[in-house]
């Protein structure tokens, strides 16, 4: 018994370090450096493709190299639907094992009551894992409120893409840093690239690392939309198979209707279900990363939103590139870009987003005359440089 499991920890040990010697990480991620990785539970959520396997594998190569302290683990390997997570990490850590990264934890049936169990009765091991971002870490998994540590990988900003496109090591900025000194900010980046040449190509594939593979990028995105709603959204929220195609219909009647709305009791009836089950299906395309709802400041879920756009830009271009507004393109590249560190809300007349509860947002398409009101920054496309309360839209992708 001993020899055989001997055998087995020494293949997951071969698989680790080829995974980490064959790593293509071509941009470091800041989250690398906003982990506090002396937390003994640390959770890093995202949205599938935005590449949170690559960010561990980065993690092992950049902190232990093929250092067997620590071990990559993903949760797809059949091995693990006969053995215990718990049993694992007990042999790993009597091994001399210091650090195990999990991939895909939620592929395991009870993962969170067996992170829980690793975490008392191994002191002096780290679990790092990695969950989709339709799982809730502390709200659904009690045993782990206490003790996990949750972050979020997002996809590429714009400044990640310009980086990456350009061989540059722009810096990201604060929202605040951008409102004051977004002259200078602009000034410093234009005098080496000009990031109007690369904006479009973002907004059309930038956000998801996988445009990297030499693999057709929209059809890729279309297969991992589908395994969003597939994985993410049924195994995780366990519902049942059947209503898959309700799922996916009524992300695609959301697409096509473009920014709005959503009339809640059309959509029921067009996938022949509730209202009540339309409004649960919204909230968990949005859980998953796939569509962002907008509401007036006060309001939130369960109320309807007064908008739902779609997450990123990358996800307009491949789900129905045939209706795409410039301006809808537009705003929604400047809600998901403001997404991670601020709070959006409907604006008033006039007015595309209410930032913060306090500082109103008016973006403008190429050409678009511009009423220049007091207390409104007016957010331009297609402008290198701004001036006073004129920024242009390109600069707020530096946000992270």
């Known amino acids: 018994m001993a020899r055989k499991t001997n055998k087995q920890m020494e293949a997951f040990y071969r698989t680790h370090a080829y995974l980490v010697e064959h790593i293509n990480a071509p941009v470091r991620r800041d989250l690398m450096d906003e982990i506090d990785w002396s937390d003994r539970l640390i959770g890093i959520k995202g949205t599938r493709g935005v590449g949170k396997t690559t960010f561990l594998l980065q993690y092992a190569k950049e902190k232990f190299g093929t250092d067997r302290s620590c071990l990559f683990i993903n949760m797809n390997n059949f091995y693990f639907s006969g053995h215990s997570i718990v049993d694992f990490a007990y042999e790993f850590q009597r091994r001399g094992g210091k650090v195990l990264l999990i991939d895909q934890v939620f592929k395991y049936d009870g993962w969170s009551k067996e992170l829980r169990m690793c975490y008392d009765r191994f002191p002096g091991l780290k679990i790092v894992f990695t969950g989709s971002s339709v799982m809730r870490l502390k709200e659904e998994n009690l045993e782990l409120r206490d003790i996990v540590k949750s972050y979020n990988l997002r996809g590429f900003s714009f400044r990640e893409f310009l980086n990456l496109q350009t061989g540059m090591k722009f810096k990201a900025y604060t929202l605040d840093e951008i409102l004051r000194n977004h002259e200078q900010i602009a000034k410093g980046v234009l005098s080496k690239v000009k990031p109007l040449d690369y904006f479009q190509d973002y907004l059309h594939h930038g956000f998801y690392p996988f445009f990297l593979e030499k693999r ?57 279900t509730s209202r009540a089950t339309v409004m649960n299906y919204i909230k968990y395309l949005a859980d998953s990363r796939l569509i962002n709802m907008v509401y007036p400041e006060g309001e939130e879920f369960p109320k309807k939103p007064c908008k739902i756009m779609l997450h990123n830009t990358n996800l307009m271009y491949s789900i129905y590139p045939l209706k795409i507004e410039e301006q809808d393109v537009l705003e929604t590249f400047f809600l998901n870009t403001m997404y991670k560190d601020h709070k959006l809300h409907k604006g008033d007349k006039n007015i595309s987003f209410l930032v913060d509860g306090n500082m109103s947002f008016r973006i403008y398409s190429e050409g678009s005359k511009v009423k220049n009101t007091p207390h409104v920054t007016h957010v331009m496309h297609k402008a290198e440089i701004g001036r006073a309360n004129q920024i242009p839209l390109w600069i707020f992708g530096f946000l992270y």
Do not use: R
């Open 216 to 272: 057709n990028f929209s059809e890729n995105l279309l297969k991992t939309m589908n395994m969003m709603v597939e994985v993410d959204i049924l195994l995780i929220k366990q519902i049942e198979l059947k209503y898959l195609s309700k799922i996916k219909k009524l992300l695609y009647l959301l697409a096509v209707g473009g920014p709005k709305a959503p009339n809640v009791s059309q959509l029921a009836s067009d996938i022949q």
